[in-house]
């Protein structure tokens, strides 16, 4: 069964720093990959997804992703965090009909 | 907005006492999943649905069982709720590009 593996448990930035947050999954062959995003106190939301096609995926608020399939990787990115990004972050991937979550990226953003 | 609601929103319940949780959704979608989340283990599925009366285990499914007699309602139980249990339930449906999720259920068990 598929595994992901989050390996930025706490990340704490500055406002207009860049983020990225790493997420690996654990074996090839065709992969739908996902990034969720919950802010404090709410549900999850989506914010991107990779099916196939172009491996950079852009997403809501900015963000985007990039699918190394070589790397079995799909970190997600933000070149200047905002202060409102302040949120968990959590990767997906498909597995049949369900999805398997990381254990997240709780985010912090100072002004 | 996937029109998914939960009720209730907050519940506070003793030990050995039955739980239900309810997950409705609007748009008719086959799949439904119920999603634990624990603070360290991210969400983790514990049962889910793909069609009416067809349910399946998730990883976490001991303590618990699940219901979908109507495609709109899914519904999850606690048979006799533990303190373990003591989480947030989030639903989800599986819709087109991916799963959207239900504003959760705050379980207290005392």
């Known amino acids: 069964a598929q595994s992901v593996s989050q390996h930025n448990h706490h990340v704490i930035l500055s406002e207009a720093a860049s983020l990225e947050l790493g997420c690996n999954y654990s074996?090839?062959?065709?992969?739908?990959l996902f990034w969720y995003v919950q802010y404090p106190g709410q549900h999850l939301q989506l914010l991107l997804k990779y099916f196939s096609g172009d491996p950079l995926v852009k997403g809501i608020k900015g963000f985007e992703a990039e699918f190394i399939k070589s790397k079995f990787s799909f970190n997600l990115r933000k070149p200047s965090v905002q202060w409102s990004d302040t949120a968990e972050y959590f990767c997906?991937?498909?597995?049949?009909?369900?999805?398997?979550f990381g254990t997240g990226t709780r985010l912090q953003v100072f002004p | 907005d996937a029109g998914i609601t939960q009720s209730p929103r907050h519940k506070v319940t003793e030990t050995g006492t039955p739980v239900t949780l309810r997950c409705h959704q609007t748009e008719n979608h086959r799949y439904m999943y119920w999603y634990r989340q624990d603070p360290g283990h991210g969400l983790r599925l514990i049962h889910y649905?793909?069609?009416?009366?067809?349910?399946d285990k998730g990883e976490v499914s001991d303590g618990y069982s699940v219901s979908r007699s109507k495609t709109e309602d899914f519904l999850l139980t606690l048979e006799s709720a533990t303190s373990s249990q003591t989480s947030v339930y989030f639903c989800a449906i599986d819709g087109q590009g991916g799963q959207y999720f239900g504003p959760g259920t705050r379980l207290t068990v005392t």
């Open positions: 997906a991937v498909r597995d049949t009909d369900k999805l398997i």
């Open positions: 649905s793909y069609g009416v009366k067809d349910t």
């Open positions: 074996y090839g062959g065709t992969v739908n």
